[in-house]
């Protein structure tokens, strides 16, 4: 496909929202552009609306998330099951916390929900964060603060070196994918053996400070999750902000902290899908693969359950 003319899937971008997602014209679409997508956006195009929501503009990057949204728009872009749940959530917060914000989609999506709110989004690749701030201006948001740091349980030195995954990486999400510090990872090791790994080094956050007065809090930092949260275990308690965070596979030490903070606290844990929030028992936690059962990655902690909103 590579060889036709992008003019071509035009008409298939601009009118797949509109089509019913049980029809067959739909599956077919849909698959179609699950392979266009790979072209990438058509170089000509310095920024785009979502097809299905356009008031939500991005600019045009080398990356994974930018492909899918301009192709597929937020329904069927990048976790869906998140997104009506973070939006939700922040037009009721007053102070807003992202951690891992990557190229900004989540950014501009909670800032445009909550133009009341302080929103911090914290992302420490400087090419991530440059694309981040470009989507912030691009989106006319003047409440969000973009932060270039890495964000630590503890400020041990100024400054932190971060590992970025080369083309052997499992995932792509974005110009620098799934960025891992060395040394303080349950997913990634100290000593990549992939040659095309490369290494950057950024200023030091500490979560301690960052979360001075923050009502909710969003992690997506691909393994970091327990080195960050676990020294602000009593301020987490005391404060309980809502949470989302990622909770991969293979993560027991970060699953035992959520464990042991939802013992302390009165947090709920709930798995978001499109249609609704799932309560999760905190026993299943040791043990449930939120890809394989739920399909999505991201578990949010909560004790503001409102009754009108859908629940399983």
Same mark, same amino acid.
């Given at each position: 496909?590579?060889?036709?003319?992008?003019?071509?899937?035009?008409?298939?971008?601009?009118?797949?929202?509109?089509?019913?997602?049980?029809?067959?014209?739909?599956?077919?679409?849909?698959?179609?552009?699950?392979? &266009?997508?790979?072209?990438?956006?058509?170089?000509? %195009?310095?920024?785009?609306?979502?097809?299905?929501?356009?008031?939500?503009?991005?600019?045009?990057?080398?990356?994974?998330?930018?492909?899918?949204?301009?192709?597929?728009?937020?329904?069927? =872009?990048?976790?869906?099951?998140?997104?009506?749940?973070?939006?939700?959530?922040?037009?009721?917060?007053?102070?807003?916390?992202?951690?891992?914000?990557? !190229? =900004?989609?989540?950014?501009?999506?909670?800032?445009?929900?909550?133009?009341?709110?302080?929103?911090?989004?914290?992302?420490?690749?400087?090419?991530?964060?440059?694309?981040?701030?470009?989507?912030?201006?691009?989106?006319?948001?003047?409440?969000?603060?973009?932060?270039?740091?890495?964000?630590?349980?503890?400020?041990?030195?100024?400054?932190?070196?971060?590992?970025?995954?080369?083309?052997?990486?499992?995932?792509?999400?974005?110009?620098?994918?799934?960025?891992?510090? %060395?040394?303080?990872?349950?997913?990634?090791?100290?000593?990549?053996?992939?040659?095309?790994? =490369?290494? %950057?080094? &950024?200023?030091?956050?500490?979560?301690?400070?960052?979360?001075?007065?923050?009502?909710?809090?969003?992690? @997506?930092?691909?393994?970091?999750?327990?080195?960050?949260?676990?020294?602000?275990? @009593?301020?987490?308690?005391?404060?309980?902000?809502?949470?989302?965070?990622?909770?991969?596979?293979? $993560?027991?030490?970060?699953?035992?902290? !959520?464990?042991?903070?939802?013992?302390?606290?009165?947090?709920?844990?709930?798995?978001? $899908?499109?249609?609704?929030?799932?309560?999760?028992?905190?026993?299943?936690?040791?043990?449930?693969?939120?890809?394989?059962?739920?399909?999505?990655?991201?578990?949010?902690?909560?004790? @503001?359950?409102?009754?009108?909103?859908?629940?399983?």
């Amino acid at each position: 496909m590579k060889q036709l003319p992008a003019g071509m899937f035009t008409s298939l971008r601009t009118t797949f929202p509109a089509l019913a997602p049980t029809s067959w014209q739909h599956r077919v679409q849909r698959r179609i552009l699950g392979v &266009v997508r790979h072209r990438g956006v058509p170089a000509d %195009v310095e920024a785009f609306a979502l097809i299905d929501n356009p008031e939500v503009r991005l600019v045009n990057a080398d990356s994974y998330l930018v492909d899918r949204l301009y192709w597929f728009g937020e329904r069927y =872009g990048y976790e869906p099951e998140v997104l009506r749940w973070w939006r939700l959530y922040c037009s009721r917060s007053t102070s807003i916390l992202e951690l891992g914000a990557n !190229i =900004g989609y989540f950014t501009v999506q909670g800032a445009k929900a909550a133009p009341q709110a302080r929103y911090v989004a914290v992302e420490p690749h400087p090419g991530c964060a440059g694309v981040c701030r470009e989507n912030v201006r691009l989106n006319g948001l003047t409440n969000v603060e973009v932060v270039e740091a890495a964000a630590v349980g503890k400020v041990v030195t100024p400054s932190v070196t971060l590992i970025t995954p080369g083309s052997r990486s499992r995932d792509h999400y974005a110009q620098a994918p799934c960025t891992g510090y %060395v040394g303080r990872n349950e997913m990634y090791p100290d000593d990549p053996d992939d040659p095309s790994c =490369g290494f %950057v080094t &950024v200023p030091a956050a500490a979560l301690s400070d960052l979360l001075d007065g923050v009502d909710l809090l969003k992690m @997506d930092v691909e393994g970091q999750e327990f080195s960050i949260l676990s020294p602000a275990f @009593d301020q987490l308690a005391a404060a309980r902000p809502t949470m989302f965070v990622e909770l991969l596979d293979d $993560t027991p030490k970060l699953r035992s902290f !959520i464990s042991a903070l939802c013992a302390a606290t009165d947090y709920r844990c709930f798995v978001p $899908t499109p249609e609704r929030l799932i309560p999760l028992p905190v026993s299943d936690l040791a043990s449930v693969s939120l890809a394989s059962e739920f399909d999505t990655r991201d578990l949010i902690l909560t004790r @503001d359950i409102v009754p009108e909103w859908s629940v399983a």
